[in-house]
């Protein structure tokens, strides 16, 4: 591989690392002796297909010598860091080299905006669209949209990545403005919109035509910056159950901020990402895309801000005791989902099985149930154990953390008494 280019990749990739839409970025692991590989270089990262594959992407931004200056991006116009802009041909090449090569399955394709956000999209749009015409290139591809680039840009994307993502940072305008003076909330659901219409318009053309071209058939994606600003996760989960509403959104990613700037007066002073939170967001959303949770079952006014020490489902279920317990040989489906410990697969294996047999406390352990928590939300006939009513939430609250915190240990002669087989 030519030096030059070499040099322009590591530099790239490294830049395209914060972008948090595939799964392994963020993290820093050097190879050590006597250990194989490494989570740092440049840019392979990992994703999962709709059908569950695991892919490995060629992470990288087109440019990172970005003209906006946005405060909690480590490639803002005022950050005095090496800066590289690869020609469409050579990332061309670089994708079809790794190809060849078998690194890669995939390209994530992001960029710093240079001129104006068409003059960038532009040249993005080559990329993919020589990448599939010319070379024939049949791998995955998700393509970041600008904020701010034109409809008929974001249609020409369209044909060619398999996936489209705007990202919307920051969730109120107010704050994105603060941090991100160039940028706007219009910018950005601009571009979403367009891509949702393409979406929609080629779900249509195709009931019509079997061979009409496929438009971002994984659909869209987003991802907000969790703790750079005052957000509650009411305020975070709110707009995601809204973004999920449309029907082109696949996925809404939290990204714990990371401090790059700390110089910046404008952001809060941490010392690392708040992981802890962007953990328990990614729960609450998967509790609304799998269990039928609504945002406001999970955080409203009385409880702004998700429960850091147990997870969200737990914390419901302990907010809601008077539900509980429930038979697990005749509640419904929905309301054993809502059950501590229990997940959608063990869900559905219950009321598959109790249709042939009486479900026991066994039965539901072989199915995966994690009885140190179901147990004190359910009955099923041979459970010695107590309620949570019996036990009370907040004891239960406290337990249950202690389980994997010593933080706030509670006496150990009552723990024995809550735990007792
Ligand atoms: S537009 Fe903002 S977030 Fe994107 S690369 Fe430029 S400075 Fe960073």
């Known amino acids: 591989m030519n030096e030059h280019v070499l040099d322009k990749l590591k530099v790239l990739a490294e830049s395209a690392k914060y972008d948090i839409s595939c799964a392994s970025s963020g993290t820093t692991r050097k190879n050590r002796p006597g250990t194989i590989g490494s989570t740092e270089g440049w840019g392979i990262c990992h994703s999962f297909t709709e059908d569950g594959r695991c892919v490995s992407l060629l992470k990288i931004m087109l440019t990172n010598a970005c003209i906006y200056d946005c405060a909690y991006c480590i490639n803002r116009r005022s950050n005095d860091i090496p800066r590289a802009t690869l020609t469409v041909q050579e990332l061309i090449d670089l994708t079809i080299e790794f ?26 749009v080559r990329v993919v669209k020589e990448l599939r015409t010319n070379y024939h290139y049949n791998g995955y591809i998700h393509m970041k949209s600008i904020p701010g680039a034109s409809r008929e840009l974001v249609n020409e994307a369209g044909l060619y990545a398999d996936r489209l993502s705007v990202n919307i940072e920051i969730p109120k305008e107010q704050n994105l403005k603060m941090l991100a003076p160039e940028k706007d909330h219009q910018s950005i659901y601009k571009p979403m919109f367009y891509i949702q219409q393409g979406v929609l318009a080629s779900a249509d053309e195709r009931k019509r035509f079997r061979y009409a071209p496929r438009f971002a058939p994984a659909g869209q994606s987003t991802q907000m910056i969790i703790g750079a600003t005052d957000e509650s996760d009411k305020d975070i989960l709110q707009l995601s159950t809204s973004l999920y509403q449309r029907p082109s959104m696949k996925r809404v990613y939290y990204s714990g901020f990371i401090p790059v700037n700390s110089y910046d007066t404008r952001l809060p002073a941490l010392k690392q990402a708040p992981l802890v939170r962007e953990n328990r967001l990614y729960q609450a959303d998967w509790l609304m895309r799998f269990y039928g949770f609504r945002a406001n079952e999970i955080v409203d006014d009385s409880y702004p801000n998700l429960d850091l020490e147990i997870d969200p489902k737990l914390a419901w279920a302990l907010r809601h005791s008077e539900a509980f317990p429930i038979d697990v040989n005749k509640a419904d489906y929905g309301l054993i989902l809502r059950v501590p410990g229990i997940g959608v697969k063990s869900a559905g294996l219950i009321i598959s099985s109790r249709k042939h047999r009486r479900i026991t406390a066994s039965t539901l352990t ?32 406290l337990a249950l953390m202690s389980k994997k915190s010593s933080r706030k240990e509670p006496d150990s002669k009552q723990l024995s008494f809550v735990f007792t087989e």
């Open 99 to 124: 190809y060849r090569r078998n690194y890669i399955e995939g390209l994530f394709l992001s960029s710093g905006v240079i001129n104006n956000p068409d003059y960038t999209m532009e040249r993005m």
């Open 366 to 397: 072989k199915m995966g149930v994690v009885m140190k928590k179901a147990r004190f939300f359910i009955t099923c006939g041979e459970l010695p154990t107590f309620t949570v009513n019996e036990v009370t939430p907040e004891y239960l609250r």
